[in-house]
């Protein structure tokens, strides 16, 4: 999503944190810009709460907020972790 | 007049393809073994065409516009998706589908209140793919695509589910072709992938699933609600397409052909056939 589209979304409450992380998520890069996510969200209008979670890889908040579990499951492997971990790392904070 | 000759629901995960050794060995080997019995019965089936239904990953449909069902109109689409994004150890492949068929379908539906979005292009993921290589792997068989949204909520409820596969039913039944139409629904049972609750598998849902499918209650399926069903898992909605599959086949008994609560794979797999 360029900056023009996205300054100009509007969109329901869950809306802007599922699309900001779709969009890192399909990115042909995605995997080397989680060592910069605050730049890569920077473009999108996250509120606070939205936007920490992302940075803070707080899954459970980010559920709380609304990301779609999919999406979070993604989010947990583009960040290197091995997928069938995420169960145990999941119990772990909760 | 075309006749529905077989109905065919199962589990369409792809650890059974791409990380089996997750999974114990031997339920690994009943839920192959069970996809062996589901190829079998197509093969003597002889279907001239196949609706296939399953969920998606959000890999076609976003938020932006998702709609509660969908169908693709061509003569062939491609899949897995997640073998054009990445290395995937499922390779990707052309499938032949059946553009009178799907047209018929769409048509009908559009002036008889099934309100189909249509897919003129289509690379499908792991949900309709994984089925497909394991049943037929040779790609002998026709397939049309039949999306259901079980990845966002609001969902199509389990009653529209179960009314949509009985018109599927009548709709073949009234189609002016020489053809036999056999249907397989992907997806389920009980999961919850991405959610706080992964990994927990609730198998007393879907035994009673299981029970009241296999012994034609499909009403019972149909007046299943949002909550009973995301109580068993973010996931387990995908039993849609199961419910789908048995308003196609309303009051018909299905043979169980598996079920393991498969912990290394998350989820509850299934497998069923109805002649």
Known sequence: MDETTVSSVTGSPRYMLNRATMDLCRHPEGRKLVADKAAFFANYPLDDAARQALLEQDYAQLLELGLLPNLVYRLYALHGMKPESFAKVIAGRS | ?275
């Open chain 2, 1 to 275: 007049m075309a006749t529905l000759c077989l109905g065919l629901a199962t589990s369409h995960l792809a650890h059974i393809i791409n990380t089996p050794e997750l999974g114990d060995p031997k339920q690994v080997a009943i839920f192959n073994a069970g996809y062996e019995r589901l190829a079998t019965a197509l093969e003597r089936a002889k279907p001239d065409v196949t609706l296939i239904i399953s969920s998606e990953h959000l890999n076609t449909f976003f938020i932006d516009n998702m709609p509660a069902f969908a169908i693709g109109m061509f003569e062939a689409f491609g899949g897995p998706i997640e073998a054009k994004l990445r290395a995937y150890p499922l390779p990707y492949r052309r499938v032949p589908s059946d553009l009178a068929f799907s047209t018929y379908l769409i048509e009908r539906g559009l002036d008889e209140g099934v309100d189909w979005a249509v897919i003129e292009n289509w690379d499908v993921d792991h949900g309709f793919m994984v089925p497909i290589v394991k049943i037929d792997a040779a790609g002998r068989y026709p397939m049309v695509p039949v999306y259901v949204n079980c990845a966002s909520a609001p969902m199509p409820s389990p009653r529209r589910c179960y009314a949509v596969g009985q018109w599927l039913a009548d709709a073949i039944a009234r189609w002016d072709a020489d053809k036999r139409v056999a249907i397989i629904a992907t997806g389920g049972l009980s999961h919850s992938v991405g959610s706080m609750q992964m990994g927990w598998i609730d198998q007393e849902f879907d035994q009673r699933f299981l029970d009241d499918f296999c012994a034609g209650r499909g009403e019972a399926l149909a007046r299943l609600t949002d909550d009973q069903i995301n109580a068993a898992g973010s996931s387990t909605g995908e039993v849609r397409s199961w419910i789908m599959l048995a308003g196609a086949f309303a009051g018909r008994s299905a043979e169980k052909v598996m079920y393991e609560a498969i912990q290394g794979f998350d989820t509850g797999c299934a497998q069923c056939i109805i002649r």
